[in-house]
């Protein structure tokens, strides 16, 4: 389920991003960087550092991502240098009209704007944050309706309502896509269960504290937030370990859409009840878009295809848990 939930989000992401230009050669070369970069990069920092890089310098792995960051180089060239001439010549646009590659060449230092491999690594990683992000969190939604059919009519009846009755017009706004309530409530509380780490928040202890409860805190203590107890013993929420899809819609009903922190209850924010995006300083960047893109995908599935487990499943699919890490089955 989930590499076929990623390879959908990198033709969308991709098309978002190139827009007319767009090619399928495209995906095929960031699917091939990223298959190959994750596992490298667990392997490399594994290593210390002056051994990972002794041993990047002979991986045969290293040299096909780079590989791959080659190809894309090449394919971007072209549009890199329309954009360029543009900016040096003082025009507001280029003839290749695209927001993405024009702010690049804007946001650049001097000495980096004709570095294509450079900026073509900045465009990767966007790319790749947008579409691996949301990915597993996705995939973990989808095996939730798959084992709790009772939610499915109830968010498909929310949407209809908020984005019209014919699926296949369907289009999505900032506005519509907080409108769907439930759909947000029930990615939330899946995330809220089955987040993809077991703590988060890691700090170090620099200088000896002592918390106000008197106990000391050593120079060099590492400590951070164990998910499970910030999230399922949370005294805030009622039954906070029991699962319930509709948790975080009916809170939001009883706030008034103006009131100050209106929005502390959708899936994307980040606050002391829910540090699955971090917290304060640490919050992801990316949270809202990576919501948002999953939101899409998993109303207009549910609007066109059966979600069932497979034959002869009656529990939900259990979580892989290794060391820090939580990972789908």
């Not at 072209?78 to 025009?91: D, M, N, V």
């Not at 294509?116 to 690594?121: A, E, I, P, Q, S």
């Not at 502390?264 to 980040?270: L, T």
Request: proline share 5%.
């Amino acid at each position: 389920m989930q590499p076929q939930i990623l390879h959908i989000y990198s033709h969308v992401i991709w098309r978002v991003i190139l827009g007319k230009n767009f090619r399928s050669e495209v995906v095929d070369i960031f699917e091939q960087y990223s298959a190959t970069l994750i596992p490298a990069m667990k392997r490399l920092k594994a290593q210390r550092p002056m051994m990972a890089r002794i041993t990047a310098s002979f991986s045969s792995e290293v040299r096909h991502v780079n590989a791959q960051l080659d190809r894309a180089t090449a394919f971007f060239t072209p549009i890199f240098e329309q954009c360029a001439q543009a900016f040096e010549q003082g025009l507001a646009s280029s003839s290749v009209d695209n927001d993405w590659f024009e702010e690049l060449i804007r946001m650049a230092p001097p000495e980096k704007r004709r570095d294509y491999k450079y900026l073509t690594n900045i465009l990767i990683g966007f790319a790749f944050t947008f579409v691996f992000s949301p990915g597993p969190s996705t995939t973990q939604v989808v095996y939730e309706f798959a084992f709790r059919h009772d939610y499915i009519d109830l968010v498909l009846d929310e949407a209809h309502t908020v984005l019209g009755e014919r699926s296949e017009t369907w289009s999505f706004t900032r506005d519509s896509l907080r409108k769907l309530s439930l759909l947000d409530s029930f990615c939330k509380e899946t995330h809220k269960h089955h987040p993809t780490a077991a703590s988060n928040l890691m700090k170090k202890i620099h200088k000896t504290q002592t918390l106000p409860n008197g106990i000391v805190l050593p120079a060099g203590t590492i400590f951070e937030v164990v998910m499970t107890a910030a999230h399922l013993s949370n005294s805030n929420f009622q039954s906070p370990a029991e699962w319930n899809g509709r948790r975080y819609h009916d809170l939001r009903q009883r706030m008034s859409p103006t009131a100050t922190g209106s929005n502390k209850y959708d899936w994307g924010s980040a606050t002391r009840d829910d540090v699955n995006f971090g917290y304060a300083s640490h919050m992801c960047p990316g949270r809202w878009a990576g919501c948002s893109i999953a939101k899409m995908f998993l109303i207009k599935l549910l609007a066109r295809y059966q979600i069932r487990p497979e034959d002869g499943e009656t529990e939900r699919y259990k979580d892989l848990h290794s060391g820090q890490y939580s990972s789908l089955n």
